[in-house]
């Protein structure tokens, strides 16, 4: 019996190494599916410990595409630690739209910003394409200060969600309008050029700097903003993958914080991990890595600043999981993931929601997508 056991252990053991062997040799096609490790970030813990009953302060970071796989990859990547391991408060989302099954990043955007269900497509009004009322203009209108970042053009679905009002999420250049219309404090992300490339001959930069704005491209010039009212385009449409763009979305979380919390009306944030969803589309392991290691990092921006403010809401989701990811086999000592996808499309599971801070109990257990944006409404008095 024990020789048996140890013919089974070797042959075990044979498996595992052949494994292993085959990810240097991948073939072209599985070379995207399986991380093979790299460079490991330290995570710090904070503790969850609330001033007060109710937030004064909502930051809610939305990964766009993310679902537990692709948490679960970026975990493994960093050998077990990420920022989003301090949440204490966890519970799950439903994210169908109006009109179908599987939602766009447009009608999970808006029933994140609104709380209404509406149509594929749609940002910021309901089904019959009329404008619904975002949490970020209600703060606005009670005098909290407001914020939104991406690593998108701050054009594109999940941000123009929280601030436009458009039938369609294509129409960049009214989007980028709506962004007139309101009193945003700060914004950061791509898309300058649907700001002064525009249709209609205006130069929404130059309005934008009428209207009292720093308006800036560099990162470096933006991250060093203390005060006053921020835009910050980076890139002429989306910004670039991490080897390209660094570290623009945590340093865009805490300039964005920075600026937001000196309103003593407090204030509302929203900050996207935008190409978590496109590298699902690609079926991209490494990317979808990147991405959410990326995100994390921005997570912990906020959540260094949350522990210590001990009045701000920290809520994490996703508007929908992106490529049916599973993860196949991996190594959390190594850091290796294989992951394996059903679709290049966005799918119906639900996806998880994390939440620190004062109100965080409200947030567990399974809800839908729209119930999101109410309880955040309720916590802040919207
Ligand atoms: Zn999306």
């Known amino acids: 019996m024990k020789r048996l056991l140890t013919i089974v252990f070797s042959f075990f053991l044979l498996f595992n190494l052949a494994a292993q062997e085959n990810y240097k040799t991948l073939s072209k096609e599985d070379s995207v599916k399986i991380y093979l490790g790299g460079e490991v970030y330290e995570v710090k813990n904070y503790l969850e410990k609330s001033k007060v009953q109710k937030p004064k302060n909502v930051i809610l970071m939305i990964g766009d595409g993310m679902g537990v ?13 990420l920022f989003l391991n301090n949440f204490k408060k966890a519970g799950f989302s439903t994210t169908s739209s109006s009109n179908n099954y599987i939602t766009d990043s447009a009608a999970g955007g808006t029933a994140l910003s609104t709380g209404v269900k509406t149509y594929n497509g749609a940002i910021g009004v309901n089904p019959d394409t009329i404008s619904v009322k975002t949490i970020l203009e209600m703060a606005e209108e009670k005098g909290m200060a407001t914020g939104l970042a991406s690593t998108s053009s701050i054009t594109h679905a999940t941000p ?22 309101t009193d945003i404090d700060v914004f950061i992300g791509g898309g300058y050029k649907h700001f002064t490339e525009r249709k209609d001959g205006r130069n929404l930069a130059d309005e934008l700097r009428q209207k009292g704005y720093t308006v800036l491209q560099d990162l470096e010039a933006i991250s060093k903003v203390k005060k006053g009212k921020l835009a910050g385009l980076t890139a002429p449409e989306h910004n670039g993958r991490v080897n390209e763009r660094g570290n623009l979305l945590p340093v865009a979380t805490e300039t964005a914080i920075n600026i937001l919390k000196k309103d003593k009306d407090g204030f509302f944030l929203m900050v996207e991990g935008s190409q978590i969803d496109w590298a699902g589309h690609q079926n991209n392991t490494i990317y979808i890595i990147e991405e959410m290691l990326d995100f994390d990092k921005s997570i912990g921006k906020a959540l260094k600043f949350a522990a210590k403010n ?3 809401l920290l809520v994490v989701t996703a508007d929908h999981e992106t490529g049916g990811m599973g993860i196949n086999g991996g190594d959390i000592e190594k850091g290796i993931v294989k992951a394996g996808y059903t679709t290049g499309g966005h799918t119906g599971l639900m996806v998880p929601v994390f939440a620190f801070g004062p109100g965080a109990e409200n947030f567990t257990g399974i809800m839908d997508n729209t119930d999101i ?3 955040i409404m309720k916590l802040l008095g919207l």
């Open 373 to 375: 944006a109410k309880k």
């Open 310 to 312: 001990k009045e701000t």
């Open 160 to 181: 123009a969600s929280f601030i436009a009002h458009q039938p369609s999420r294509n129409m960049y250049e009214e989007i980028a309008g709506d962004f007139l219309k």
């Open 69 to 81: 796989s692709q948490i679960h990859a970026g975990l493994t990547a960093n050998k077990g630690n």
